[in-house]
């Protein structure tokens, strides 16, 4: 009996390697994997991008007021704008 839940447990893990390598291989190695890539450092870099206040310098993402049109400023440029 304990053969055969090694033998399952040993087959699950081949498994799961295997896919793990097919994986990093498609990331590394092929155009799509390229494309995600790109799409991701995208995406860092506009996140870093809304966070920083071109008057007030960079804000923690936490700080940012977000606005009722769907735009984030900073608080600074917020108190700013609410007290003339």
């Keep these: 009996m304990t053969e055969i839940v090694v033998e399952g447990v040993l087959f699950v893990?081949?498994?799961a390697t295997a896919v793990a390598?097919?994986?990093?291989a498609l990331m590394q190695f092929t155009p799509l994997g390229l494309r995600i890539r790109q799409a991701r450092n995208r995406r860092l870099i506009e996140a870093a991008a809304n966070r920083d206040c071109p008057i007030h310098g960079a804000h923690a993402p936490t700080e940012m007021v977000l606005l009722a049109n769907g735009e984030r400023i900073c608080?600074?440029?917020f108190k700013e704008a609410?007290?003339?």
């Design 75 to 77: 608080p600074e440029c």
């Design 13 to 15: 893990v081949l498994v």
């Design 82 to 84: 609410v007290n003339g």
């Design 21 to 24: 390598l097919l994986i990093l």
